[in-house]
């Protein structure tokens, strides 16, 4: 940083009267401040239990004031989200049955190649025994007609 020469700068110029009164401006300031913390400081001293009452019941009305906005808010969100969470759910939907579909397809065509018998072919199978077991069952219930024996007759 370079320095200005000795006596560059006129005790009356425009600049040094400029930085004083900035410089007085700035203690002025920090001498308020600095008042204000202390005459704080004093109240709550001087008030002490009640300062601080005071204190909790503004920030309980603070607090609900920003509990209700943040509820309407919150509500209000939702409600203009739903519709679209509904396309998504729908959507999703959807998109798990294709994809159940084509997965069944697949295993369908997998189990034809390997020529595994289908639901179909089973349930014909089933009922087919159930004919084939009520025939033998009628079969076995009707009386048989025996043979009469003979017998050699004497000579």
Request: proline share 4%.
């Amino acid at each position: 940083m370079a320095t200005e020469p000795k006596g560059s700068r006129k005790p009356g110029s425009k600049s040094t009267e400029q930085a004083r009164v900035f410089g007085r401006a700035m203690v002025d300031s920090a001498q308020q401040i600095w008042l204000a913390g202390l005459g704080a400081f004093a109240k709550a001293q001087k008030e002490g239990g009640r300062f601080f009452e005071t204190l909790v019941e503004e920030g309980a009305r603070a607090q609900e004031k920003t509990r209700a906005y943040t509820q309407t808010q919150f509500e209000e969100a939702r409600r203009k989200a739903e519709p679209w969470i509904e396309t998504a759910r729908q959507r999703t939907s959807e998109a798990f049955n294709k994809i159940e579909q084509t997965f069944d397809e697949r295993i369908a065509r997998a189990a034809r190649r390997m020529l595994m018998p289908t639901r179909e072919d089973i349930q014909r199978l089933h009922e087919r025994l159930d004919e084939l077991t009520r025939e033998v069952r009628a079969s076995q219930a009707a009386p048989r007609k025996r043979a009469a024996k003979t017998r050699p007759q004497d000579v």
